[in-house]
T-cell receptor, first 116, second 109 residues
């Protein structure tokens, strides 16, 4: 069990460019979440998957954001035409969900995005 | 929408007890979590409540009142390493997890 892995750790890009982040969850974890966090704030929900199905997407998420989890294992989050307001830490978390019990999330170390 | 409120900052003295409150209004409720987050690090799980009452785990305890939409995290015998942000998170009826803005706790000697 190597934990949740996110790549890259840091990404600097120019406004208008596209970026893609990857998350590898803990093996056999069927649920995967994406959150965004800015300094001094709590994680803001973006979207989550159960296996390969995207079950919910935040209404605050613009159509420039898209996420996939094609084989129910790793996931990618793409931001198109980045804006300076997209600068944040993007956190991925996973869990083994069975029923609504105490299934805690395990977070990765995040990808810090800076849009210049 | 989901509304989860916590104080922004708190300061407490080493060895003391501190209580961090959380109130919530969400679309459904399937449990409340507390996470700890040190600066520059990922959040880590502290506690979980789904029924009313107090859950104790070492120096940390968490309380829930579902009828009041209220929880608190109690930290005893504070240590300097407890300086961190404490995040209250609610699992909604749709089994999603929403976080509050977090309470930044500073422990002073």
């Amino acid at each position: 069990d190597t934990g949740v892995s996110q790549n890259p750790r840091h990404k600097i890009t120019k406004r208008g460019q596209n970026v893609t982040f990857r998350c590898d969850p803990i093996s056999e974890h069927n649920r995967l979440y994406w959150y965004r966090q800015t300094l001094g704030q709590g994680p803001e929900f973006l979207t989550y998957f159960q296996n390969e199905a995207q079950l919910e997407k935040s209404r605050l998420l613009s159509d420039r954001f898209s996420a996939e989890r094609p084989k129910g294992s790793f996931s990618t989050l793409e931001i198109q035409r980045t804006e300076q307001g997209d600068s944040a830490m993007y956190l991925c978390a996973s869990t083994k969900y069975k029923t609504a019990t105490n299934e805690k999330l395990f977070f990765g170390s995040g990808t810090q995005l800076s849009v210049l | 929408g989901q509304n989860i409120d916590q104080p922004t900052e708190m300061t407490a003295t080493e060895g003391a007890i501190v209580q961090i409150n959380c109130t919530y209004q969400t679309s459904g409720f399937n449990g409340l979590f507390w996470y700890q987050q040190h600066a520059g690090e990922a959040p880590t799980f502290l506690s979980y409540n789904v029924l009313d009452g107090l859950e104790e785990k070492g120096r940390f305890s968490s309380f829930l009142s579902r009828s009041k939409g209220y929880s608190y995290l109690l930290l005893k015998e504070l240590q300097m390493k407890d300086s961190a942000s404490y995040l209250c998170a609610v699992r909604t009826g749709a089994n999603n997890l929403f976080f509050g803005t977090g309470t930044r706790l500073t422990v002073i000697p």
